[in-house]
């Protein structure tokens, strides 16, 4: 069993920045890509950020140059730096796994940019 938690999330003003984490624990011998998707209420679950296990990453086009992602191996742990956030980034945000070929979601996490 694969257990993805999230934490960091919160409330924060418009320009401001935020990081939120995702660990991953239980039977994750064969984790592979980890990131982030975000959905805001009404809309449909959107991309964010992605990295793979050697370090290569993607940015959805609307976070690219504000949201940077990183991860730590040794802890199955990914990170996700929010910078210059607008009210249009509120939204639930997921952290995503790839163990053993099967997809994993996190319970999410809140983000709230007040503009």
């Known amino acids: 069993q694969v257990q993805l938690v999230e934490s960091g999330g919160g409330s924060v003003q418009a320009g401001g920045s935020l990081r939120i984490s995702c660990v991953a624990s239980?039977?994750?011998?064969?984790?592979?890509?980890m990131g982030w998707f975000r959905q805001a209420p009404g809309q449909e679950r959107e991309m964010v950020a992605l990295?793979?296990?050697?370090?290569?990453?993607n940015l959805g086009n609307s976070v690219r140059g504000r949201f940077s992602i990183s991860r730590d191996d040794a802890k199955n742990t990914i990170y996700l730096q929010m910078s210059s956030l607008r009210h249009e980034d509120t939204a639930m945000y997921y952290c995503?796994?790839?163990?053993?070929?099967?997809?994993?979601w996190g319970q999410g996490t809140q983000v709230t940019v007040a503009s």
């Open positions: 995503w796994a790839v163990v053993s070929g099967r997809d994993h």
């Open positions: 239980g039977s994750v011998e064969e984790l592979r890509d």
């Open positions: 990295v793979s296990p050697g370090g290569g990453y």
